[in-house]
């Protein structure tokens, strides 16, 4: 269950992790990068960072076994950014306002995964 103080904690985080992965985006397409090789590189950059924010200040876990079902989710994550971001390209959008747009259905999304497949609690 959602609570007020896990929401707050999670809007907090996920607006840290937004900005690193999005800066990390931006750079390499800045770079001139094709915009798939700045999706992986940014979130192969930022997922242990990722990993340690979520768990420890949303998830209140510190188990560092499940780094392995975090990658498991980033990669269908990552995989479902990058279409959305190729979907928008097709339509005419530029590739920085694509990286943004991606990341309205992505934020939400990203949370689900991690909170019902990552970080479950064990009873």
Do not use: C
Request: glycine share 4%; charged share 10%; no cysteine.
């Amino acid at each position: 269950m959602l609570t007020n103080k896990q929401f707050h904690k999670f809007l907090i985080a996920g607006i840290i992790n937004t900005i690193f992965f999005y800066t990390l985006y931006a750079f390499f397409i800045f770079l001139e990068f094709p915009y798939y090789f700045a999706i992986i590189s940014a979130n192969s950059i930022g997922i242990i960072f990722s990993f340690k924010n979520f768990g420890n200040s949303v998830f209140d876990s510190h188990d560092n076994r499940l780094l392995w079902k975090f990658v498991l989710a980033y990669l269908f994550l990552i995989s479902f950014y990058t279409i959305m971001v190729y979907l928008f390209r097709t339509i005419g959008i530029n590739d920085y306002a694509a990286g943004l747009l991606a990341l309205i259905p992505h934020v939400p999304l990203s949370y689900i995964v991690n909170k019902k497949f990552v970080y479950t609690k064990r009873i």
